[in-house]
Structures are given as C-alpha cells and as structure tokens.
C-alpha cells in the first residue's frame, strides 16, 4: 500500500501528475485545488497518497497536505461517493472550504461544484457533519482535449480544469473569457476559482 511519494516531478496537468521516484514513474491523480502548489517540473514534489484498489485497476490519489488526504478518505466513506466524486469536491472546494461547508450544514455551497447534486451535497452533510473533528484546519482524469489557441498555457489549464470538472466546453471557455476580463488576478488559482463561479 502506498502511503507517500517523494521524487521528480516529470509532468504536471491540473488534476494528473507523474512523479519518478528512482527511475519509476507513478501516475498520480490530484484535485485541482493542489496543482497550483505543485513545484516546478523537475523539481521535488511529496505527496500523501491514498491507494485506490479495483478488480481492474490500482489508482493513486495524491494530495499536498495530510488534511487533505484525511478529508478525501472521509467523503468516500459516504455512500454513493467514490473517488472520483471526492476529488470533484476538493476539486471545487479547498479542505477548509469543504470542512466548513459540511460542519456548518451548507448543502447549497457544495452544490455549486459541477457534479454534485443537491442529494449528494445533503448525504455528505448527514454523514459527516460530527465527523471531521480530526482534520486540520488550512488550505488542495484523463487530461481533456486542447482548447482554443487563444489561451495562454496558464488558462488552457484552467480550462482543462473546468472540462475535467464536467463543464461543458462553451461554458468553461466563456467563463475563462469572462474571469479574464473581469480582472481575475493572472495565476492559476485565482483564475479558477473565478472561472468556476461564473460557469453557471
């Protein structure tokens, strides 16, 4: 079971990774709120990792803070929330958005994710509204196809951000457009963070 990483960072998109550690390079999906704290490539990266096992498939989780780990394994301890739903939500919501989100019953804050409903926003305030006492306060897929050309790099991974979070294609790039405009500071986090308001 693999517990941490620590090695080369060789690639890095808003919710995928590659990290060599001794010559071997293991494929790590993160929630988009870590990839703006990730090192330059070529640089040393850790990460806490949480070992997904299937029949079909072993995938690892990695996360740049142990809170965050601990969170993404209590939300999938919620039925019918899997690991790709719990990187969603930290995808959308930092730990400490998503802690307080949950602890003060804000069902309607956790909706505003792309891909969380008002059912599954309600099971994870039920389940795990008295269970979070241990995680620390603080604030952190198959990469998507291109985007327009009219996008520098920075945007094009928050646009890549947007779609992996199941936003349709026109709307992330006219949210983009609109963040852009609407002064959203030029670095991925705040860019995203905007973006992501103005999906909808």
């Known amino acids: 079971m693999i ?22 390079g293991y494929d790590v999906v993160i929630p988009v709120s870590a990839f703006s704290g990730l090192p330059e490539t070529g640089q040393e990266v850790r990460l806490r990792i949480h070992t997904h096992v299937r029949e079909d498939a072993l995938i690892l989780y990695g996360f740049l803070e142990e809170r965050d780990r601990q969170l993404f394994e209590k939300l999938i301890t919620v039925s019918g929330v899997g690991p790709k739903m719990a990187v969603t939500v930290l995808s959308g919501l930092n730990a400490t958005e998503a802690v307080a989100a949950i602890r003060g ?18 099971r994870l305030v039920l389940e795990l509204r008295e269970k979070l006492d241990l995680i620390a306060p603080g604030g952190a897929a ?59």
Do not use: W, Y
């Not at 505003?112 to 008002?118: A, L, S």
């Open 142 to 200: 198959a990469p998507a196809a291109s985007p327009k050309p009219a996008f520098s790099a920075m945007e094009q991974d928050v646009l890549s951000a947007l779609l992996n979070l199941g936003c349709g294609r026109p709307q992330a790039e006219a949210a983009v457009e609109k963040a852009k405009a609407g002064g959203a500071a030029p670095e991925f986090e705040s860019l995203f963070r905007r973006s992501l308001e103005l999906v909808r």
């Open 3 to 24: 517990a941490f990483l620590r090695g080369t960072l060789l690639e890095k998109h808003p919710n995928q990774v590659i990290v060599d550690v001794g010559g071997v």
């Open 105 to 122: 019953g804000d069902a309607a804050r956790l909706t505003r994710v792309p891909g969380i409903g008002k059912k599954t926003a309600e």
